[in-house]
């Protein structure tokens, strides 16, 4: 889920030929309820922005396992070696 526009998702999902439909939430109320929007620093500068966290989600909406602070290079790797 991202907070970038739904038209901003179908750009980048067009362009990068990803099949599966992306999540938007400008309001940021998701990311809110998940803990997922907050405070960052980044080089003394501090904003708001997304955390990067994967949660796997089982048939009746129930969070199984939460992946906090993730290392996105290798990340899709880790949970499926996990999985």
């Not at 998701?30 to 907050?38: D, E, Q, R, S, T």
């Not at 089982?58 to 499926?80: F, R, S, W």
Request: net charge positive.
């Amino acid at each position: 889920m991202s907070a970038d526009s739904s038209k901003k998702q179908k750009k980048f999902c067009d362009k990068q030929e990803f099949q599966y439909p992306m999540l938007s939430d400008e309001s940021k109320d998701v990311l809110k309820a998940y803990g997922v929007w907050g405070q960052k620093k980044f080089m003394g500068r501090k904003y708001d922005g997304i955390f990067r966290n994967t949660y796997v989600i089982d048939e009746k909406g129930l969070i199984e396992k939460a992946y906090k602070k993730v290392n996105v290079k290798t990340h899709a790797q880790d949970i499926l070696a996990e999985l």
